[in-house]
């Protein structure tokens, strides 16, 4: 999986929304960020505070569950 497709996975952006229960506000601007930065969507989130450790665990192990 390249980084543009890790970044704009509708997958990812679901569970963001359904499961974690971030706003849409937060993932924009954490999309932009990711791509200005040139960084993994999730670890930009964790970096900035927006997701927890807990979260991104989640986060993570819903991706490696759905790329098999």
Sequence with gaps: MTSSNY???KKMIFF???EIGLDH???ELGLKLSIRNNT???I???S???LT???LDKLYSFLF???E
């Design 48 to 50: 900035y505070g927006i």
């Design 25 to 27: 506000s937060s993932i």
């Design 65 to 67: 569950k759905n790329t």
């Design 7 to 9: 970044i704009f996975s």
């Design 40 to 42: 993994p969507l999730p």
């Design 16 to 18: 963001l929304l359904d």
């Design 44 to 46: 930009l989130l964790w």
């Design 53 to 55: 450790i807990d979260e």
